[in-house]
């Protein structure tokens, strides 16, 4: 099973940019399909970004769509999500998981079927 640690999160202004990455081992995180998801304090988790292994498998967020781009370095093991014009909104805990047999287009669920899930990094945008 692949293991999963995130990174990249922070305190940011409004507008500004960050990425977070997912970095895996026990695994080649090219053969799984990625999603971010983010849960804020009183809300459900939401899927915000997935991509899967087939070529133009992904999926976003309407909320995020035009702003937040999710790839793949493969050579690092890693799936990133780069976030762009960031708002309070966007202020979550945000998780990656991984799964091989998710197909991202079609997939509207909170990742709990997801096999393998990291533990989150704290996006806060704040003025």
């Known amino acids: 099973q692949v293991q999963l640690v995130e990174s990249g999160g922070g305190l940011v202004q409004p507008g500004d940019s960050l990425t977070l990455s997912c970095e895996a081992s026990g695994a080649g995180l090219d053969w799984y399909a990625v999603a971010w998801f983010r849960q804020a304090p009183g809300k459900q988790r939401e899927a915000v970004s997935c991509?899967?292994?087939?070529?133009?498998?992904?999926y976003y967020a309407d909320s995020v769509k035009g702003r937040f781009t999710v790839s793949r370095d493969n050579a690092k093991n890693t799936v990133n999500l780069q976030m762009n014009r960031l708002n309070p909104e966007d202020t979550a805990t945000y998780y990656c998981a991984a799964d091989a047999d998710i197909y991202c287009s079609d997939y509207r669920g909170n990742g709990d079927d997801f096999a393998s899930r990291g533990q989150g990094t704290q996006v806060t945008v704040s003025s």
């Open positions: 991509i899967g292994t087939s070529a133009g498998d992904t």
